[in-house]
């Protein structure tokens, strides 16, 4: 229907123009976008697997400390490569990073509420896998609308907040999941260079997940210009 075709071609926006409504599903995933997200979270997390092995190993001290850091530079990784698709749509680079960074860094640090990290939490026993799976795809969906909201903040006038929110929890939901269970695959006596890439790995499987549903949350900025800036008067080109 026109309604289905618009909300796909246009997101949030009243948009009637022909390009919007030919637009289908597949044809608003950017392989682009996919890409810049696996690639930022194979770093993102290559690093904070290799911070979290150092402080299992007590080569790291100070775990609230480098906890917090490991989110930070995930963020980072995360919030420059979505940064770089993200700025043919006039949006701000560095407020699109430093909001990542905020809402990993939070992310991170709630997870030290609940011992996650820490030498008691590496110590305890390893639950069972499917409780595994599903307890890092509750984590996900909840990073995931964490991470979310403050995204859309900082880019409401082209972003539609309930479907990006939702497309973050939704794509966070089976990365979090594959990344605990590579977590768990991971020996103490192993090379920090090996945790790094098994890291990279599952970031990347993370990535791809992430980077694949918020994708269609993104139909606005496949053009020169966000379509809400140009249409939000008369709704018309």
């Known amino acids: 229907s026109d309604s289905f075709a618009r909300g796909w071609g246009?997101?949030?926006?009243?948009?009637?123009?022909?390009?919007?409504?030919?637009?289908?599903?597949?044809?608003?995933?950017?392989?682009?976008?996919i890409a810049l997200c696996t690639l930022g979270e194979a770093?993102?997390?290559?690093?904070?697997?290799?911070v979290y092995a150092a402080l299992d190993r007590g080569v790291l001290h100070w775990v609230e400390i480098w906890v917090l850091a490991a989110g930070a530079a995930e963020g980072v990784c995360l919030g420059?490569?979505?940064?770089?698709f993200l700025r043919k749509a006039a949006f701000s680079p560095l407020a699109w990073i430093a909001l990542t960074v905020l809402a990993a860094a939070t992310g991170y640090g709630l997870s030290l509420v609940?011992?996650?990290?820490?030498?008691?939490?590496?110590?305890?026993?390893?639950?069972?896998?499917?409780?595994?799976?599903?307890?890092?795809?509750?984590m996900g969906?909840?990073?995931g609308a964490l991470l979310g909201l403050p995204q859309w903040v900082g880019a409401r006038k082209q972003i539609?907040?309930?479907?990006?929110?939702?497309?973050?929890?939704?794509g966070w939901a089976p990365a979090m999941a594959v990344i605990m269970l590579a977590a768990t695959s991971v020996e103490r006596e192993w090379p920090l260079g090996m945790v790094a890439l098994v890291g990279a790995g599952a970031g990347?499987?993370?990535?791809?997940?992430?980077?694949?549903a918020t994708s269609f949350a993104l139909p606005?900025?496949?053009?020169?210009?966000?379509?809400?800036?140009?249409?939000?008067?008369s709704g018309t080109s």
């Open 10 to 33: 246009c997101a949030s926006c009243a948009c009637s123009r022909k390009s919007c409504r030919a637009r289908s599903p597949v044809e608003v995933m950017s392989p682009i976008w």
């Open 141 to 143: 969906l909840a990073m």
């Open 160 to 170: 539609a907040p309930i479907p990006w929110i939702a497309a973050n929890a939704l």
């Open 43 to 50: 770093l993102g997390i290559g690093i904070v697997a290799t």
């Open 204 to 212: 990347a499987a993370a990535g791809l997940f992430v980077g694949a």
């Open 80 to 84: 420059a490569a979505q940064a770089v």
């Open 114 to 138: 609940g011992g996650a990290g820490t030498a008691s939490s590496a110590s305890a026993e390893e639950p069972s896998l499917p409780l595994l799976l599903i307890l890092g795809a509750a």
């Open 220 to 233: 606005r900025l496949h053009g020169a210009a966000p379509r809400y800036e140009t249409t939000g008067r």
